[in-house]
């Protein structure tokens, strides 16, 4: 039983790290399109622009909040 256990908790980690990558590089890719203001020129932002950069925005305070245990995931 031991043995199975340890197994099972090797596979975890090894799915735990393997989405933990899988984040580091979609966080690391946002950031490098927001250094580059989502890859518009201050003369060109458009109230399309403005509504994208809010969903993107409403959709990582979503995940923030969860991780964070705030707004509706708040204790």
């Known amino acids: ?9 090797a596979k975890a980690l090894d799915a735990f790290m393997t989405t933990k990558f899988q984040i580091d590089a979609m966080l ?3 950031k ?3 250094d580059d203001h989502f890859e518009t020129h201050p003369d060109e932002i458009t109230w399309g ?4 950069l809010n969903n ?3 959709l990582l305070r979503e995940i923030t909040d969860g991780a964070f245990k ?3 995931h708040a204790a």
């Open 1 to 9: 039983m031991t043995t199975r256990l340890a197994t099972d908790n």
């Open 28 to 30: 690391e890719r946002l």
């Open 32 to 34: 490098t399109l927001s």
């Open 49 to 52: 622009h403005v509504g994208n």
């Open 56 to 58: 993107y925005a409403s």
């Open 70 to 72: 705030e707004g509706e």
